[in-house]
């Protein structure tokens, strides 16, 4: 069911736990790690939807990632800019707060809220900043999340202290 707002919602397992991924109007707008089963359930049928799914399960099995599904994530200018930065970090390699902020013209700290806002992780790589001399943070300073980023960054083959 597609509510008001054209918006659906798809639970997905991963192996990082129940994900939950809203498209509004065919463009992935959120992953969501632990979220609760939304009663606006799509039909998953679409393109996009089919797509990201594809997407997704290659990531977990190390295959393929050339084409990313449409995503339009909501937030600033600056925001927009530092992750689709992230977008140019491949598989595999990792960058620094202060790295990426050079590349966008801002500060790490600036950089470390634009990531922590990021509605769609994993499709948009913020697990693959980290800190000068640590992991650095995930989805804010939680253990879950910093353990997911390492799981992550191990997935991919990133070596982390």
């Not at 001399?133 to 997935?155: D, I, T, V």
């Amino acid at each position: 069911m597609v509510n008001q707002y054209g918006e659906f919602h798809s639970p997905a397992d991963s192996p990082l736990g129940l994900i939950r991924l809203t498209w509004v109007e065919g463009a992935l707008v959120a992953l969501d790690f632990d979220a609760p089963p939304s009663g606006y359930a799509g039909d998953l049928g679409t393109s996009s939807a089919e797509q990201t799914l594809a997407w997704l399960a290659a990531y977990f099995a190390a295959d393929n990632l050339d084409d990313r599904p449409e995503m339009k994530p909501a937030g600033t200018v600056f925001q927009q800019r530092v992750w689709s930065a992230l977008l140019d970090i491949p598989w595999g390699e990792s960058m620094t707060y202060a790295e990426l902020a050079r590349r966008v013209g801002s500060a790490p700290r600036a950089v470390g809220g634009a990531l922590r806002a990021n509605p769609i992780p994993i499709l948009i790589p913020c697990h693959r900043v980290v800190a000068a001399s640590a992991l650095g943070g995930y989805a804010g300073a939680s253990e879950l999340g910093q353990a997911r980023k390492r799981w992550l960054l191990r997935h991919e083959g990133i070596s982390i202290a």
